[in-house]
């Protein structure tokens, strides 16, 4: 049976468009039933687990703090929904650096349960830890299960596995997120977002002034050491817009909005 189109009716009868019905649901289905995706969750509720021991409760407030702008402690996170605590886990997991030894989460965990790790999990942590947080334009479904992309920093092109987010957004639309090599050919984390296309201007203008400023002191950093170690600043840029705007800015659709978080 042919996939519907996003603005095509919904198979399932319901009278409303497949993007507004049925669409969210099978990309969720798409990936639990992928054995990779399967094989990869594994991988990462390991990961989670590490990251959450006693041992590292005061280093979660500091990231806590940091990655929501100080707006949250470490307690405040029970008040976000099930989404909103992914996307800090995966920040805080991948790229915050730890007080103290300035390693993170993923460092630890490579260096503690990699003998312990399967040889495919080792190979998929080491790819995950080359991995940071940025900004892809979307271009178009080059199959049924590619999508091209554009990092919007560093004018990269890149094709993706395509698990949904091809269909919920439409070209020039934009996904922040984090590609992971631990596939072929590369897909987009579990806690990536869609952003309409309206938001590019304001975004590459915060995030730009912010690695110009670090440049000053820092004149050899490249845009990808820049995007792992300040990655918390997208949360900052998303989290003034909605606080700036004071009511839902995307209020249909699959696009994100931190309107929900600052209130």
């Not at 649901?25 to 006693?54: H, M, N, Y």
């Not at 900004?135 to 080059?142: H, K, M, T, W």
């Not at 590019?200 to 670090?214: D, N, P, R, T």
Request: aromatic fraction near 10%.
């Amino acid at each position: 049976m042919t996939k519907p189109g996003r603005n095509d009716p919904c198979l399932c009868g319901s009278g409303k468009k497949y993007k507004n019905c049925c669409l969210k649901k099978d990309r969720a289905k798409r990936i639990r039933e992928s054995a990779w995706r399967r094989e990869e969750q594994v991988t990462l509720d390991k990961l989670i687990a590490f990251g959450q021991r006693p041992g590292f409760h005061d280093q979660l407030v500091v990231a806590s703090n940091l990655f929501w702008n100080g707006n949250y402690g470490l307690e405040g996170l029970n008040a976000l929904d099930r989404d909103e605590v992914g996307r800090f886990l995966d920040w805080y997991l991948h790229d915050y650096r730890l007080e103290g030894s300035k390693k993170r989460v993923i460092d630890l965990f490579s260096e503690e349960m990699g003998p312990r790790l399967l040889s495919g999990e080792r190979d998929r942590v080491k790819a995950w830890s080359h991995s940071y947080l940025s900004v892809y334009r979307i271009g178009a479904l080059e199959a049924l299960s590619s999508l091209a992309l554009v990092d919007v920093f560093q004018d990269v092109e890149v094709s993706v596995g395509d698990d949904g987010l091809g269909r919920l957004g439409l070209s020039g639309d934009l996904v922040l997120g984090r590609l992971l090599h631990s596939s072929v050919p590369p897909h987009l984390s579990w806690a990536a977002i869609l952003l309409p296309d309206k938001e590019e201007a304001g975004l590459m203008a915060f995030i730009s002034q912010a690695y110009k400023h670090c440049q000053e002191t820092q004149t050899q950093i490249t845009w990808s050491d820049f995007l792992s170690n300040y990655g918390y600043l997208f949360n900052h840029y998303l989290l003034r817009v909605a606080a700036e705007a004071g009511a839902v800015r995307h209020a249909r659709g699959a696009y994100y909005d931190a309107w929900g978080t600052v209130t």
